[in-house]
């Protein structure tokens, strides 16, 4: 809904569809995925552990109105914002660490984007569910579970709580016990789950990453046909 920092937007469609009526994003960040195409006509229930974040989510799914959002003012190049929501779309891995922020082109164009598509598509998440939490803190439910944690080989940026807060056998070990169907994501460290190549993406300067992918699903033939 909003920019942040290792959101899948661009890469959602490379994962499966939904086979439950509920999605529950345990690390709900920008919940691109939940967002993607008509995923978010399910029961969607984001957990999310920053409190910043939790609280956007809070006022987008309870006060927010596109009127509301299209009356929030542009962001002009060169002034400084203290304001979260503006901090967030600075498109750096840096953002979660700063209290004040100049704006600069890319905030400036990125908050421009945000603030139309927030307008545009607020009706999509009015249904939604938000709670303020770590991951143990999600419904006990059969539901797909989209995990996208902070990467393991993430050394303590681009989120408050960082990688080095996560116990990942332990994620592991919860991971698996969930039930109905477990998408979980992760960079080319993961390896405390038997995780495959989901796809390679390409960055800047010839330098490319890696991601992984872990699926488990109650549905057999649907596990199958994701690997073959």
Known sequence: MFYYYGRKKQIAKYYPSPNYKVIVEPFAGSAAYSLYKD???NDVILVEKDEKVAD??????SEATPEKIR?????KVGEKSSEFLHIIHAAT????????IKVTPVLARNWEISKRYMADNMFKVKHWKIICGDYSKAPNIEATWFIDPPYKENSGKGYRYSSEFINYDHLAKWAK???GEVIFCEGMYGDYLPFTPLLELK?????????LIYYRSSNICKQLEIFT
């Open 39 to 41: 995923n978010w006509k």
């Open 56 to 61: 956007i989510w809070q006022w987008l799914v």
């Open 71 to 75: 009356s929030l003012p542009d962001l």
């Open 93 to 100: 891995k840096m953002a979660f660490h700063y209290k004040t």
């Open 177 to 179: 016990s969930q039930k």
């Open 203 to 211: 960055g800047i300067a010839g330098k490319s990453s890696k991601e």
